[in-house]
């Protein structure tokens, strides 16, 4: 377990689906973050979240929305997804301010949209 | 905007090294990070520098020169469990991290 937990891992949704990814930290951490990993690509920030208010949404398209209730909490919700969008998704924690702690990950969600 | 490059593969020998070289150009600069990732793990944290110099953790080294946007990763005895990706990923401004696309090493027998 790396502290950061994140369920489902692995998702396979229609294009009209709905369906919502979650991530836990029970590291006392105040910052959370969504990364998409494409094959042969960059991991992609989507979102960051600092003391559940979001503080970044980086040209993220509307069919996906985060939700963060709390520091320990965040969701992606997904709905009319395209296949392009099949990738890891991955959470990610910090402090607020992250040094040598770093960033801890979760496994990530795969998804497939079919 | 944010450019991290790094090669996308290397190969090497059980018990020799490699260097994953990292270079950078960043609107701000607050630290560079190496990752670790095996398929279908989470990645997970090996070194970070803010400053320029080099880091040393066992097996693993990191260094960095900021005035030249660049910064390296040495593995010294490779093992086979070694064989993975590893990420290079800088924190511009606030706690944004972003990623280069990662270098597949390879460790043969």
């Known amino acids: 377990e790396t502290g950061v937990t994140q369920t489902p891992r692995h998702l396979v949704m229609g294009m009209t689906n709905k369906k919502s990814l979650k991530c836990e930290q029970h590291l006392g951490h105040n910052a959370m973050y969504w990364y998409k990993q494409s094959a042969k690509k960059p991991l992609e920030l989507m979102f960051v979240y600092n003391f559940k208010e979001q503080t970044e949404n980086n040209s993220v398209p509307s069919r996906f929305s985060p939700e963060c209730p709390n520091s320990s909490h965040l969701f992606l919700h997904l709905h009319t997804l395209q296949p392009e969008d099949s990738a890891l998704y991955l959470c990610a924690s910090s402090q607020e301010n992250p040094g040598a702690d770093g960033y801890t990950f979760g496994s990530g969600t795969r998804l497939t949209v079919v | 905007g944010q450019n991290i490059d790094q090669p996308t593969e290397m190969t090497a020998t059980e018990g020799a090294i490699v260097q994953i070289n990292c270079t950078y150009q960043?609107?701000?600069?607050?630290?560079l990070f190496w990752y670790q990732q095996h398929a279908g793990e989470a990645p997970t944290f090996l070194s970070y520098n803010v400053l320029d110099g080099l880091e040393e953790k066992g097996r693993f080294s990191s260094f960095l020169s900021r005035s030249k946007g660049y910064s390296y990763l040495l593995l010294k005895e490779l093992q086979m469990k070694d064989s993975a990706s590893y990420l290079c990923a800088v924190r511009a401004a606030g706690n944004k991290l972003t990623f280069g696309g990662g270098t597949r090493v390879l460790v043969k027998p």
């Open positions: 960043t609107s701000g600069f607050n630290g």
